[in-house]
Protein backbone atom coordinates (compact mmCIF):
# COMPACT_ATOMS: atom_id res chain seq x y z
CA UNK A 1 0.00 0.00 0.00
CA UNK A 2 1.46 3.64 -1.02
CA UNK A 3 2.03 5.64 2.06
CA UNK A 4 2.60 9.33 1.81
CA UNK A 5 5.91 9.06 2.86
CA UNK A 6 6.62 7.09 -0.11
CA UNK A 7 5.50 9.58 -2.27
CA UNK A 8 7.74 12.43 -0.26
CA UNK A 9 10.80 10.66 -0.80
CA UNK A 10 9.95 10.02 -4.69
CA UNK A 11 9.71 13.70 -5.19
CA UNK A 12 12.27 14.25 -2.42
CA UNK A 13 9.87 16.72 -0.54
CA UNK A 14 8.90 16.33 3.00
CA UNK A 15 5.76 14.35 4.44
CA UNK A 16 4.21 17.01 5.76
CA UNK A 17 4.15 18.82 2.62
CA UNK A 18 2.91 15.70 1.16
CA UNK A 19 -0.20 15.74 3.81
CA UNK A 20 -0.90 18.95 3.97
CA UNK A 21 -1.56 18.77 0.01
CA UNK A 22 -3.58 15.59 0.37
CA UNK A 23 -5.63 16.77 3.14
CA UNK A 24 -6.65 19.56 1.57
CA UNK A 25 -4.84 22.27 4.28
CA UNK A 26 -3.86 24.94 2.02
CA UNK A 27 -4.63 27.90 4.18
CA UNK A 28 -1.63 30.11 5.30
CA UNK A 29 0.67 27.72 3.30
CA UNK A 30 2.59 28.95 0.46
CA UNK A 31 2.77 26.43 -1.82
CA UNK A 32 3.48 26.55 -5.34
CA UNK A 33 0.92 25.62 -7.56
CA UNK A 34 3.36 23.49 -9.28
CA UNK A 35 4.12 21.41 -5.90
CA UNK A 36 0.62 20.98 -5.67
CA UNK A 37 -0.45 19.48 -8.92
CA UNK A 38 3.11 17.17 -8.77
CA UNK A 39 1.94 15.87 -5.32
CA UNK A 40 -1.55 14.96 -6.52
CA UNK A 41 -0.38 13.73 -9.85
CA UNK A 42 1.97 11.48 -8.14
CA UNK A 43 -0.58 10.36 -5.62
CA UNK A 44 -2.48 8.94 -8.20
CA UNK A 45 0.15 7.62 -10.48
CA UNK A 46 1.31 5.62 -7.36
CA UNK A 47 -2.23 4.45 -6.52
CA UNK A 48 -2.38 6.16 -2.73
CA UNK A 49 -5.36 5.81 -0.92
CA UNK A 50 -6.13 7.65 1.73
CA UNK A 51 -6.17 5.83 4.57
CA UNK A 52 -9.73 6.86 6.35
CA UNK A 53 -9.72 4.80 9.09
CA UNK A 54 -6.66 5.99 10.62
CA UNK A 55 -7.91 9.73 9.78
CA UNK A 56 -11.23 8.63 11.74
CA UNK A 57 -8.99 7.87 14.67
CA UNK A 58 -7.35 11.29 14.90
CA UNK A 59 -10.63 13.74 14.54
CA UNK A 60 -13.14 11.29 15.51
CA UNK A 61 -15.19 11.75 12.20
CA UNK A 62 -15.57 9.07 9.55
CA UNK A 63 -17.48 10.93 6.96
CA UNK A 64 -19.69 8.06 6.71
CA UNK A 65 -23.27 7.26 7.51
CA UNK A 66 -25.91 4.55 7.54
CA UNK A 67 -29.80 3.94 6.39
CA UNK A 68 -31.14 0.58 8.33
CA UNK A 69 -34.16 -0.33 6.32
CA UNK A 70 -36.29 -3.43 7.21
CA UNK A 71 -37.14 -4.67 3.91
CA UNK A 72 -35.28 -3.87 0.95
CA UNK A 73 -38.13 -5.00 -1.60
CA UNK A 74 -40.50 -2.74 -0.81
CA UNK A 75 -40.49 0.56 -2.87
CA UNK A 76 -41.49 2.58 -0.28
CA UNK A 77 -37.45 2.10 1.33
CA UNK A 78 -36.11 1.89 -1.96
CA UNK A 79 -37.04 5.48 -2.29
CA UNK A 80 -35.92 6.73 0.99
CA UNK A 81 -32.92 5.43 0.77
CA UNK A 82 -32.16 7.07 -2.93
CA UNK A 83 -33.31 10.65 -1.49
CA UNK A 84 -31.09 10.25 2.15
CA UNK A 85 -28.01 9.00 -0.58
CA UNK A 86 -28.70 12.46 -2.84
CA UNK A 87 -28.48 14.64 0.56
CA UNK A 88 -25.59 12.93 1.77
CA UNK A 89 -23.58 12.99 -1.45
CA UNK A 90 -24.31 16.91 -1.34
CA UNK A 91 -22.34 17.15 2.12
CA UNK A 92 -19.91 14.58 0.73
CA UNK A 93 -20.92 11.48 2.96
CA UNK A 94 -20.42 7.93 2.17
CA UNK A 95 -23.75 6.12 2.56
CA UNK A 96 -23.64 2.40 4.31
CA UNK A 97 -27.41 0.45 3.83
CA UNK A 98 -28.14 -2.12 5.66
CA UNK A 99 -31.55 -4.33 5.72
CA UNK A 100 -33.09 -5.91 8.99
CA UNK A 101 -35.50 -8.23 6.62
CA UNK A 102 -37.95 -7.32 9.76
CA UNK A 103 -35.61 -9.44 11.94
CA UNK A 104 -34.70 -8.20 15.40
CA UNK A 105 -31.62 -9.97 16.18
CA UNK A 106 -30.33 -8.75 12.59
CA UNK A 107 -31.20 -5.48 13.39
CA UNK A 108 -28.70 -5.61 16.38
CA UNK A 109 -25.98 -7.12 14.74
CA UNK A 110 -26.25 -4.37 12.46
CA UNK A 111 -25.95 -1.79 15.03
CA UNK A 112 -23.50 -3.22 16.85
CA UNK A 113 -20.96 -3.65 13.01
CA UNK A 114 -22.09 0.03 12.97
CA UNK A 115 -20.65 1.10 15.92
CA UNK A 116 -17.10 -0.70 15.15
CA UNK A 117 -16.97 0.94 12.00
CA UNK A 118 -17.39 4.43 13.99
CA UNK A 119 -20.03 5.88 11.87
CA UNK A 120 -21.25 9.98 12.41
CA UNK A 121 -24.70 8.73 12.46
CA UNK A 122 -27.70 6.32 11.78
CA UNK A 123 -31.14 6.90 9.97
CA UNK A 124 -33.66 3.65 11.15
CA UNK A 125 -36.49 2.02 10.68
CA UNK A 126 -36.98 0.41 13.99
CA UNK A 127 -37.97 -3.54 13.72
CA UNK A 128 -39.93 -3.05 16.89
CA UNK A 129 -41.99 -0.62 18.62
CA UNK A 130 -40.78 -1.96 22.66
CA UNK A 131 -37.76 -4.18 21.64
CA UNK A 132 -35.63 -2.40 19.39
CA UNK A 133 -32.69 0.40 19.76
CA UNK A 134 -32.36 -0.88 23.52
CA UNK A 135 -28.54 -0.35 23.51
CA UNK A 136 -27.91 2.94 21.69
CA UNK A 137 -24.52 4.10 23.44
CA UNK A 138 -22.15 6.18 21.41
CA UNK A 139 -24.58 6.16 18.46
CA UNK A 140 -26.20 9.31 16.91
CA UNK A 141 -29.90 8.12 15.38
CA UNK A 142 -33.01 9.08 13.85
CA UNK A 143 -35.72 7.12 13.15
CA UNK A 144 -38.18 7.81 10.15
CA UNK A 145 -41.86 5.64 9.45
CA UNK A 146 -41.71 3.78 12.93
CA UNK A 147 -40.07 5.21 16.31
CA UNK A 148 -39.55 3.34 19.84
CA UNK A 149 -41.34 3.01 22.93
CA UNK A 150 -39.66 5.10 25.98
CA UNK A 151 -36.69 6.32 23.73
CA UNK A 152 -35.87 10.28 23.25
CA UNK A 153 -34.31 9.53 19.85
CA UNK A 154 -35.78 12.24 17.46
CA UNK A 155 -38.80 10.65 14.62
CA UNK A 156 -39.98 11.45 11.31
CA UNK A 157 -43.10 9.62 11.09
CA UNK A 158 -46.60 10.01 9.84
CA UNK A 159 -50.12 10.50 11.35
CA UNK A 160 -50.50 6.27 10.96
CA UNK A 161 -54.09 6.53 13.10
CA UNK A 162 -55.31 9.48 11.97
CA UNK A 163 -54.60 8.05 7.90
CA UNK A 164 -56.33 5.06 8.53
CA UNK A 165 -59.22 5.96 10.41
CA UNK A 166 -60.06 8.39 7.69
CA UNK A 167 -59.57 5.81 5.57
CA UNK A 168 -62.13 3.64 6.95
CA UNK A 169 -64.33 5.92 7.50
CA UNK A 170 -64.23 6.61 3.37
CA UNK A 171 -64.63 2.56 3.12
CA UNK A 172 -67.95 2.73 5.48
CA UNK A 173 -69.70 5.40 3.56
CA UNK A 174 -69.26 3.40 0.49
CA UNK A 175 -71.53 0.84 2.54
CA UNK A 176 -68.46 -1.08 4.35
CA UNK A 177 -69.38 -2.79 7.09
CA UNK A 178 -67.40 -5.44 7.61
CA UNK A 179 -63.48 -4.78 6.04
CA UNK A 180 -60.50 -6.90 6.67
CA UNK A 181 -56.85 -5.24 7.23
CA UNK A 182 -53.74 -6.84 5.92
CA UNK A 183 -51.00 -5.70 8.08
CA UNK A 184 -47.42 -6.62 8.05
CA UNK A 185 -45.29 -7.08 12.17
CA UNK A 186 -47.42 -7.14 14.98
CA UNK A 187 -44.21 -5.27 16.58
CA UNK A 188 -44.17 -2.26 14.26
CA UNK A 189 -44.93 0.89 15.51
CA UNK A 190 -46.96 2.23 12.07
CA UNK A 191 -49.02 -1.19 12.27
CA UNK A 192 -50.14 -0.96 16.16
CA UNK A 193 -51.09 2.71 15.17
CA UNK A 194 -52.67 1.78 12.05
CA UNK A 195 -55.04 -0.52 13.86
CA UNK A 196 -56.07 2.04 16.20
CA UNK A 197 -57.12 4.38 13.65
CA UNK A 198 -58.73 0.78 11.83
CA UNK A 199 -60.95 -0.10 15.18
CA UNK A 200 -61.46 3.40 16.09
CA UNK A 201 -63.29 3.88 12.94
CA UNK A 202 -65.35 0.87 12.81
CA UNK A 203 -66.43 0.85 16.40
CA UNK A 204 -67.76 5.16 15.91
CA UNK A 205 -69.94 3.87 13.06
CA UNK A 206 -71.32 0.87 15.23
CA UNK A 207 -69.75 -1.52 12.43
CA UNK A 208 -68.13 -3.38 15.28
CA UNK A 209 -64.57 -4.89 15.46
CA UNK A 210 -63.13 -8.91 15.67
CA UNK A 211 -59.15 -9.39 15.68
CA UNK A 212 -60.01 -11.86 13.00
CA UNK A 213 -60.53 -9.09 11.00
CA UNK A 214 -56.39 -8.18 11.10
CA UNK A 215 -54.02 -10.83 8.90
CA UNK A 216 -50.69 -10.10 9.95
CA UNK A 217 -47.20 -10.77 8.57
CA UNK A 218 -48.32 -10.17 5.27
CA UNK A 219 -45.43 -8.73 3.58
CA UNK A 220 -45.06 -9.80 -0.25
CA UNK A 221 -47.70 -10.45 -2.97
CA UNK A 222 -47.68 -14.49 -2.67
CA UNK A 223 -48.67 -14.63 0.92
CA UNK A 224 -51.28 -11.57 0.99
CA UNK A 225 -52.62 -14.09 -2.03
CA UNK A 226 -52.54 -17.51 0.07
CA UNK A 227 -54.09 -14.67 3.09
CA UNK A 228 -57.28 -14.14 1.16
CA UNK A 229 -57.68 -17.47 -0.14
CA UNK A 230 -57.56 -18.82 2.98
CA UNK A 231 -59.86 -16.85 4.77
CA UNK A 232 -62.36 -17.53 2.21
CA UNK A 233 -61.99 -20.73 1.69
CA UNK A 234 -60.63 -22.15 5.36
CA UNK A 235 -61.87 -19.61 7.90
CA UNK A 236 -64.78 -18.86 6.57
CA UNK A 237 -64.22 -15.05 6.98
CA UNK A 238 -66.71 -12.56 5.71
CA UNK A 239 -65.33 -9.18 4.11
CA UNK A 240 -66.75 -6.52 1.90
CA UNK A 241 -63.49 -4.11 1.95
CA UNK A 242 -59.80 -4.33 2.40
CA UNK A 243 -57.19 -2.18 3.38
CA UNK A 244 -53.61 -2.84 3.14
CA UNK A 245 -51.04 -2.09 4.81
CA UNK A 246 -48.58 -1.64 2.41
CA UNK A 247 -49.46 -1.06 -1.18
CA UNK A 248 -47.11 -3.19 -2.16
CA UNK A 249 -48.90 -6.38 -1.92
CA UNK A 250 -51.86 -5.37 -3.69
CA UNK A 251 -51.47 -7.09 -6.57
CA UNK A 252 -51.61 -10.52 -4.53
CA UNK A 253 -54.70 -9.54 -3.08
CA UNK A 254 -56.05 -8.60 -6.72
CA UNK A 255 -55.07 -12.06 -7.95
CA UNK A 256 -57.16 -13.45 -4.98
CA UNK A 257 -60.18 -11.41 -5.28
CA UNK A 258 -59.96 -12.26 -9.25
CA UNK A 259 -60.31 -15.82 -8.75
CA UNK A 260 -62.60 -15.55 -6.27
CA UNK A 261 -65.23 -13.71 -8.07
CA UNK A 262 -65.16 -10.88 -5.33
CA UNK A 263 -65.82 -7.36 -6.49
CA UNK A 264 -64.51 -4.81 -2.77
CA UNK A 265 -63.34 -1.78 -2.55
CA UNK A 266 -59.99 -1.37 -1.75
CA UNK A 267 -57.27 1.29 0.26
CA UNK A 268 -53.75 1.17 1.09
CA UNK A 269 -50.93 3.06 1.79
CA UNK A 270 -47.97 4.54 -0.06
CA UNK A 271 -47.62 5.07 -4.04
CA UNK A 272 -46.28 2.02 -5.78
CA UNK A 273 -45.54 1.46 -9.62
CA UNK A 274 -48.57 1.86 -10.98
CA UNK A 275 -50.34 3.78 -8.61
CA UNK A 276 -51.62 6.12 -12.08
CA UNK A 277 -53.53 3.08 -13.05
CA UNK A 278 -55.36 2.27 -9.91
CA UNK A 279 -55.94 5.83 -8.64
CA UNK A 280 -59.48 6.22 -9.64
CA UNK A 281 -60.24 2.56 -8.26
CA UNK A 282 -58.79 2.92 -4.67
CA UNK A 283 -58.19 4.79 -1.85
CA UNK A 284 -54.41 5.49 -1.80
CA UNK A 285 -52.66 7.65 1.43
CA UNK A 286 -49.15 8.87 0.69
CA UNK A 287 -46.60 10.63 2.10
CA UNK A 288 -44.32 13.06 0.62
CA UNK A 289 -41.08 10.02 0.41
CA UNK A 290 -38.43 13.09 -0.56
CA UNK A 291 -39.65 15.34 2.32
CA UNK A 292 -39.38 12.75 4.71
CA UNK A 293 -35.86 11.49 3.30
CA UNK A 294 -34.34 15.41 3.60
CA UNK A 295 -35.98 15.40 7.21
CA UNK A 296 -34.32 12.82 8.36
CA UNK A 297 -31.28 13.53 7.00
CA UNK A 298 -31.31 17.13 8.33
CA UNK A 299 -31.98 16.35 11.81
CA UNK A 300 -29.32 13.37 11.68
CA UNK A 301 -26.84 16.19 10.32
CA UNK A 302 -28.36 18.43 13.61
CA UNK A 303 -27.20 15.41 15.62
CA UNK A 304 -23.48 14.76 13.77
CA UNK A 305 -22.83 18.86 14.40
CA UNK A 306 -23.69 18.50 18.20
CA UNK A 307 -27.64 20.37 17.62
CA UNK A 308 -30.69 19.75 18.73
CA UNK A 309 -32.77 17.47 16.61
CA UNK A 310 -36.31 17.98 15.99
CA UNK A 311 -39.34 15.33 15.77
CA UNK A 312 -41.59 15.45 12.74
CA UNK A 313 -45.50 14.44 12.45
CA UNK A 314 -46.17 14.47 8.82
CA UNK A 315 -49.70 14.01 7.23
CA UNK A 316 -50.59 11.65 5.05
CA UNK A 317 -52.01 12.22 1.30
CA UNK A 318 -55.54 10.87 0.64
CA UNK A 319 -55.58 10.35 -3.12
CA UNK A 320 -59.49 11.06 -3.79
CA UNK A 321 -61.42 8.68 -5.67
CA UNK A 322 -64.45 10.30 -6.14
CA UNK A 323 -65.97 13.30 -4.40
CA UNK A 324 -68.43 11.78 -2.91
CA UNK A 325 -66.26 9.66 -1.08
CA UNK A 326 -64.54 12.80 0.42
CA UNK A 327 -67.32 15.53 0.73
CA UNK A 328 -65.21 17.79 3.25
CA UNK A 329 -63.26 18.48 -0.25
CA UNK A 330 -65.60 18.60 -2.58
CA UNK A 331 -66.48 21.83 -4.08
Not at 87 to 114: H, Q, R
Not at 151 to 173: G, H
Not at 282 to 296: F, G, H, Q, V
Request: glycine fraction near 6%; charged fraction near 25%.
Amino acid sequence: MVTMKDIAEKLNISRCTVSNILNGKLENKSYKKETIDLVLATADEMGYVSNTIAQSLKTGVTKTIAVVVPDFANPYYINIVKEIEQAAAEDDYNLIICIAEEKLEKENKILTMLRSKMVDGIIISPISYTESLKDIRGLKIVCFDRKVEGKEIPYIISDNEKATQRMTECMIKRGVKKPIYIATSDQDYTICYRIRGFRHALEAAGCGFEERQICYHIYNERQAYDCILRLVREQGVFFDGIILSTNYVLYGVKQALQELHFDVPLGGFDDFAGSNLEKNRMLIASWPEKEIARMAYKQLSCLIHNKKAKSMVIPHVMWEDSETIFPENSG
